[in-house]
């Protein structure tokens, strides 16, 4: 398979472009400062471009089988993310190209019946970039031109373990048995790679957690 990544020098992103790798596909890394890019492995094929740039969105995937994204803004950039989203959008449609967006866990339910981000003591340092996250996952729900699927993360997101193991859920959120919601961004590649090659989940959300 022939994948595009945006967001590639990024935590989750490294993630996505190793595991994809491991797997044989073609990797085209795509980063904004080709710096970043450095120590990236050999074997992937590295782009600049800007995913809030259809153009470039258009340009990179052309040829393509998948675009994975897994872009975020900087800390006070957050409304980037929307603009980025309807960028990807517009880029991709008419292509073909299937869509494979890394989003937030803001606008999943909780037990207690809210969202993530409506529930009580939702820590208000996170906000800007929660409702920037419930935002994109709005401008996914509008769009019927592109095949695309939102990938909501647990609570916790954070570089650990390779297990190989997840659990798989829709709208609301995952816990374990002590109320832990988590998993690490290894396994969540893993979550991603295995959606892009048997998907199941289109022009829809789904989520998982360990």
Do not use: N
Not at 3 to 15: D, E, L
Not at 90 to 99: H, I
Not at 109 to 128: C, K, M, Q, S
Request: glycine content about 10%.
């Amino acid at each position: 398979m022939r994948i595009t990544v945006f967001g590639a020098a990024g935590a989750v992103g490294r993630r996505v472009v190793a595991e994809a790798l491991a797997r044989g596909h073609e990797v085209t890394a795509v980063v904004r400062d080709p710096r970043r890019a450095a120590d990236l492995p050999p074997e992937v094929t590295v782009r600049t471009g800007d995913a809030a740039d259809p153009g470039d969105v258009a340009s990179l995937a052309r040829g393509q089988d998948l675009v994975i994204t897994a872009t975020r803004p900087a800390p006070g950039r957050e409304p980037e993310l929307v603009e980025a989203t309807r960028s990807l959008l517009k880029g991709l449609a008419g292509t073909g190209v299937r869509l494979l967006a890394v989003g937030g866990a803001a606008s999943l339910r909780t037990p207690g019946g809210t969202t993530v981000l409506d529930a009580p003591g939702f820590p208000a340092e996170l906000r800007p970039i929660a409702s920037a996250c419930v935002a994109q996952h709005d401008v996914y729900r509008a769009d019927t031109a592109v095949d695309w699927t939102y990938v909501s993360p647990p609570l916790l997101l954070e570089p650990g373990e390779r297990t190989g193991h997840y659990r798989l859920g829709r709208d609301d959120l995952l816990t374990d048995a002590d109320g832990r919601s988590a998993i690490s961004m290894e396994d969540f590649a893993i979550a991603l790679l295995d959606e892009a090659e048997h998907p199941r989940h289109h022009r829809t959300r789904f989520t998982v957690a360990s």
